[in-house]
């Protein structure tokens, strides 16, 4: 079964053949980044195209400073088409700077995620074989525990101000005197970054993100949420991770909008730039969204002007959607999302829908293909859950030096997404599961997301996640972990009892527990093998 498409009329969407399949992509696309971002800038010249901490940047100033960096890169460093730069930054200007300075000269950029141990990211630098990394003053103690290992970085820039011997100020690539970067060709199929998955079920593999996936995507988001020069919208989770740095900012730069960038979340700061900036587009995961309705100050400020509140990284509960029109009441709710190795935006769910059909995903967003599948890969019917598999232009090229890995995910342009999911009778799309995390209690399949939907509703609970835990007689049973509202109480019996009115008795958490904190992955995804 595969679920409703978003309309394509008008979109002007042809076919194109992939390594011998074929898919949809945007006949009007950009050929490259470097494309991309020319016409921007110099259509929008004066327009801001980042806010960052009292900073406000242009889109002529951000075209002189990525030319820049480019030119530094290439000519003085001999980072040529095909070299791997990493950049290891929280959400700043420099981020965005280097990575279209890197991709503009053919050379492919690896995003690193900084909450990453000294190891991981020794690791993900080996694996691409990276010649230079871009990194912020935090991580310098970090990048110099490992550089002996690194053969083949080369060069190490850092911002600031307090540079050590042995390593480069960034200072260097954007003072560079001129910014006439020698044009490479750049073909759309030529990867333009490497994003490692979140490792929440395994190692980390690396995802070749091409051109082509980053364009294509960035014209979708456009698409389903009228980004264009008005939109002004909050980037509030790392850059580094796909959601933010594919669909918000990439959308963004495409269209002439302005992002205002924070450099980490802060639920009150958060509050406050809304107001200030009349921020009109919201992208949060549902721990944000949570944390700004439950604040008690929050009537305190004048959020009008946000026109949509756009969710990601996990179904959004039907009561977090339910209190988001009351929150921001001019605002338009939209559920999106995707995988790192779909680019990021997949799915949609049209703020029509939101009410009417709580818990799902909605539609496959244009250009995207979505089916539902058994263990076999055979399509499934109406209400029958399954694999979900993705297929379109977002679609990754495989996994960095790891062919095995791309041969197990990728069928025939199908992406293998892990996710199980089904398809309701009219056409809309319910996401269930990971299919690794789906707890089977004495032959009953029972979806975390059901049980999480029940706890979110409960009025003393914040935050809920629901795992699988080992049991001799049932193979599996049902825990849940809470983090309860500021203030409230609850205990195991009365959560188990409130369950028991919602849910059927195999699915009623065996076990409850409570902690101050839920652990995410920095794309705010609950990183469910810590709880079990």
Known sequence: MRPNSWPEEGLNIVEKLVDGVKIKVYGDRPPNLRELLRKTTDEYYDKEAVVYQGQRITYGELKHRVNRVSSALQKTYGVDKGDRVAILFTNTPEFIVSYFAVAQIGAICVPLNYRLGTEETAYQLLDTGA????????????????????????????????????????????????????????DEEDPASIMYTSGTTGKPKGAIICHR???????????????????????????????????QMMSSVLNGGTSIVM???????????????RINLLVAVPTMYWFWINEPEIDKYDLSSIQYTISGAAPAAPELIR??????????????????????????????????????????????????????????????????????PGVCKGYWNNPEGTRESITDGWLHTGDVGKVDEDGFLFLLDRK???????????????????????????????????????GEQVKAVLVLKPGEETDVEQVRVFCASQLADYKVPKYVDFAKELPRNPGGKVIKGQLK
């Open 131 to 186: 010649k230079a990394i871009i990194f912020e003053p935090a991580y310098l103690e970090r990048i110099q525990a490992i550089q002996g290992r690194l053969n083949d970085l080369k060069y190490l820039f850092m911002t600031g101000d307090q540079v050590p011997e042995g390593v480069l100020s960034y200072d260097e690539l954007e003072g560079y005197q001129g910014d006439m970067y020698e044009e490479v060709p750049i």
């Open 213 to 247: 996936n980053l364009i294509c995507n960035a014209m979708t988001v456009a698409n389903l949420w009228g980004i264009g020069p008005e939109t002004k919208q909050m980037v509030l989770t790392p850059l580094f991770h796909a959601s933010a740095l594919h669909s």
């Open 263 to 277: 450099k980490e979340f802060k639920t009150i700061p958060a509050l406050e730039l809304m107001e200030q900036e």
């Open 323 to 392: 209190q988001l029109a009351v929150k921001f009441p001019n605002a338009k709710f939209v559920n999106a999302g995707g995988l790192t190795e779909s680019t990021s935006c997949s799915y949609s769910l049209p703020p029509e829908a939101a009410l009417t059909k709580q818990g799902s995903v909605g539609w496959s967003a244009p250009t995207m293909e979505i089916k539902v599948v058994d263990d076999n890969g055979e399509d499934l019917g109406v209400e029958e859950s399954g694999e979900l598999w993705f297929k379109g």
């Open 436 to 474: 690794k995390d789906m707890i089977i209690r004495g032959g009953e399949n029972i979806y975390c997301v059901e049980v999480e939907n029940v706890l979110y509703s409960h009025p003393q609970v914040l935050e809920a996640a629901v795992v699988g835990v080992p049991d001799k007689v049932f």
